[in-house]
């Protein structure tokens, strides 16, 4: 009976040798988790609506899918990358030395950071230089020398702010949302304190090292990647601020509000139209050599950049997508659609 | 023993000395028992927590909410030329019947806000649900017919309770308005929850109400048959030669420290095998039952080589003295004779393996299973994914019909592992026998 067994299973591996040779039917797409609902939706409407059969979508993180995506051409990397960064120029050679030269960059839309509390408690009002110093590892004295971060109460950096205890839950380094909250938001908050803007003229690595850096002793919680998990626990302790994408904040307005940036309150429309600070553009890149080989790469590009999917009333509105203003919208739409490869970016 | 008692004092008698630690005795005993029977009530109430917890939040997922609406097959819309073509019948624009059925039910609503939360509170999958039933019986066309539309997601929660009614407006993600057309459609009794095929029959989707585990559950079964026809020949082989025909010298004291440490090891570190060697090297397909079974199978073997090792180990050396005695090969012996004995042993351990394998999510991050598929798949090389990673991808959803749904999804996983353990342990108490 094991030899029958044995058998098998060395026939099923012979078979699947011979599958690799086969041409892939259906487009690959890989990357942010942050894009992910957005381009699993588009995928979706795509198969139902038309003959060709509904993507793959692989959530990698923004870093993941970029370095599978330039790891060449062939029906073994995938055709599209999403990202919730712009690719990096060191990415971008990385394509380019492996043959993945033309490829098309498709900006699609914000998505905001939102932080925010529990209703239970009253709605913060916070600017980034004040949660820069809540979050900061070191943080300039007086005397402009950087310091352990002394804070443990809000009401100590700003006498007007609760008279709780620092208490922050937010995603891990693996995650893009992590990525975009230190970029913007801290860096922005830093660059607000004198003796931290001196710094980026002096000693670049030390500013980064500065404005980037996360305190580790206990008032900044790595909740993981699960944003459900940080909106339940921000629920639970309503002396916590979570951290975690807007569509989460959006889906729980019963329970959670959002805190006030720079009196810019976290909403849809703050968003879109770029008050809110805490904002950042996410993007797909489609490798434009799988197109024509891989059928339905274009199609999904032109249902993807139709106004019934990323229009201000389009179905990925629903999913929480902020849309572009129009004309950029109609800009990159057609750019996209007619596969217009992307230069060199700037860093 | 050489010294003399002090004299005067009676001479103490061995059974004073037990008497006096009786007492102490007794009472340690009790103490142990106690603690062990308060970790045993600790254990199970965790674990009945957590099945209450799952249950309260998932069972609601097992129905799903409908709403009853006039549609008019309007024979323009669905069939111009009238030549009931099923190619033309399969494209037409259903969703305009259901739309058209929404205004004529609320003819009140002409704003254009108000129109689309109005249309919004049918499913997107509510239009394939009429298409099929077109398809199925063209005289349908022309007619009018009460049909059950599957609801928005956003609605199923409400009826269900997941909203509370009671919140200011501005709270609540269904608004006043719809809220007032729910009711007056759960007053005319056009609201109705039935159960919930969906959930079993479809893929996943970025919808709620649209998803299902069948994606999951047959990438699932295709993994575990794979993992199975891998994992349990080579591990009874390899159990069969180290317990019986190995020389026991240094090299298999190495081998055996090593498959015991395997069995040890993060399952992470066999996905990252399986990308290096499999995928990179040997080019197997990503995200397919067939990488993640041969990753599964190098994660399960230890399990099984172990327990086969100790299944051999459990039959008498009588059994293949006798064998070899009245003439039988080494090989005879084995075959016809230890390894029927051992067999209920072997396959407890593999049953074991297999659940191990079932509920596994770690190692198959690395190779692609972590992925939006949507098509059921239908072979050992189709992208797929598996049960415990759609539970992974459901729960990082922000929707909120998703948490029921996530909770439905674990009972499912809990209701297959809690079936194979048992099949392990009605194997062992059937066939194993004691010498």
Not at chain 1, 172 to 186: C, K, L, N, Q, Y
Not at chain 1, 226 to 244: C, E, W
Not at chain 2, 102 to 126: Q, W
Request: proline share 6%; with cysteine.
């Amino acid at each position: 009976m094991n030899k029958s067994i044995i058998a098998a299973a060395v026939t099923l591996a012979a078979a699947t040798a011979s599958t690799q040779a086969m041409a892939r039917d259906s487009v690959w797409i890989a990357g942010s988790s942050t894009v992910f609902p957005f381009s699993t939706t588009v995928a979706e409407t795509f198969g139902r609506e038309t003959s060709f059969p509904t993507p793959k979508v692989e959530a990698l993180g923004t870093g993941g899918g970029f370095k599978i995506f330039c790891s060449g051409v062939g029906v073994d990397k995938p055709d599209i990358s999403n990202a919730s960064r712009a690719i990096k120029l060191s990415e971008f050679d990385e394509c380019q030395a492996n043959g993945v030269t033309e490829i098309t960059e498709v900006k699609i839309g914000y998505d905001g950071i939102a932080i925010a509390n529990s209703k239970q408690s009253p709605v913060i009002d916070l600017n980034l230089a004040e949660l820069w110093l809540a979050l900061a590892k070191d943080i300039p004295n007086e005397a402009g020398e950087f310091v352990a971060n002394p804070y443990r109460k809000w009401s100590e950096i700003n006498p007007d702010l609760p008279d709780v205890a620092i208490e922050v839950l937010g995603p891990p380094p693996t995650s893009g949302t992590r990525d975009a909250f230190v970029e913007i938001a801290m860096e922005g908050g830093c660059n607000t304190f004198d003796a931290v803007k001196a710094l980026k003229d002096s000693d670049k690595d030390k500013h980064k090292a500065v404005c980037h850096g996360i305190r580790e002793d206990g008032a900044f919680i790595e909740a993981g990647e699960n944003d459900n998990l940080i909106v339940q626990k921000i629920v639970a302790n309503p002396n916590a601020i979570g951290i975690f994408g807007f569509s989460f904040l959006d889906q729980n307005t019963d329970t959670i509000q959002g805190t006030l940036i720079d009196g810019i309150e976290p909403t849809f429309e703050s968003i879109a139209d770029g008050s809110y600070p805490v904002a950042r553009s996410i993007y797909f890149y489609v490798k434009n050599a799988h197109v024509g080989t891989i059928p339905g790469i274009q199609e999904y590009v032109v249902e993807f950049t139709s106004d019934k999917a990323w229009g201000p009333e389009g179905y990925l509105v629903d999913k929480g997508l902020i849309p572009l203003p129009d004309a950029m919208r109609a800009s990159m739409g057609a750019d996209a659609q007619a596969l217009t490869p992307m230069t060199a970016p700037a860093n | 023993m050489n010294k003399t008692p002090a004299a005067g004092a009676p001479p103490k008698r061995a059974i004073d000395i037990v008497n006096a630690s009786l007492k102490r005795r007794y009472a340690r005993e009790r103490r142990f028992r106690f603690i062990g029977l308060s970790a045993v009530i600790l254990g199970l109430s965790f674990v009945g927590l957590l099945f209450a917890d799952i249950i309260a939040k998932g069972h609601s997922a097992f129905v799903q909410t409908y709403i009853q609406l006039p549609v008019h097959f309007e024979a323009a819309v669905l069939d111009p030329d009238g030549s009931r073509n099923p190619e033309v019948l399969a494209r037409a624009n259903y969703q305009q019947l259901i739309r058209d059925a929404l205004r004529t039910e609320f003819p009140g609503v002409t704003d254009r806000r108000e129109t689309r939360t109005l249309y919004s509170m049918i499913s997107v999958g509510a239009p394939t649900q009429l298409r099929d039933r077109v398809l199925a019986n063209p005289d349908l066309i022309g007619t009018t017919q009460d049909v059950w539309l599957l609801a928005d997601d956003d609605i199923d929660m409400l009826v269900k309770g997941h909203i509370d009614r009671g919140l200011p407006e501005n709270q609540r993600r269904v608004k006043d308005q719809a809220v007032g057309w729910v009711e007056q459609l759960e007053a005319q009794g056009r609201i109705a929850k039935r159960f919930n095929t969906i959930f079993f029959t479809n893929g996943t989707s970025r919808e709620p109400e649209l998803a299902g585990i069948a994606g999951a559950l047959m990438g699932s079964f295709y993994t575990l048959i794979l993992t199975l026809l891998f994992a349990f020949p080579i591990g009874v082989g390899a159990a069969i030669y180290l317990e019986e025909f190995a020389p026991k010298n240094r090299w298999t004291d190495l081998i055996e420290v090593n498959i015991n440490n395997l069995a040890a090891v993060p399952s992470i570190v066999f996905g990252l095998l399986g990308l290096a060697v499999f995928i990179s090297v040997f080019g197997v397909p990503r995200s397919t039952p067939l990488v993640a079974a041969l990753v599964l199978t190098l994660m399960t073997l230890p399990t099984i080589i172990i327990a086969s090792r100790a299944a051999l180990k459990s039959v008498p050396p009588s059994i293949r003295e006798a064998a070899l005695g009245v003439g039988a090969s080494p090989l005879q012996t084995q075959i016809h004779h230890v390894l029927p004995l051992a067999m209920p042993g072997m396959l407890t351990g593999t049953i074991i393996g297999m659940a191990q394998a079932l509920g596994e999510t770690a190692p198959l991050l690395m190779i692609g299973m972590i992925a939006f598929i949507v098509e059921i798949p239908s072979g050992f090389t189709s992208p797929s994914t598996v049960l415990p990673v759609q539970i992974f991808l459901w729960a990082d959803s922000p929707e909120r019909a998703f948490v029921e749904r996530t909770s439905a999804a674990i009972m499912v996983l809990l209701a297959f592992l809690i079936l194979m353990n048992l099949t392990a342990v009605l194997l062992r108490r059937r066939f194993e026998r004691r010498w």
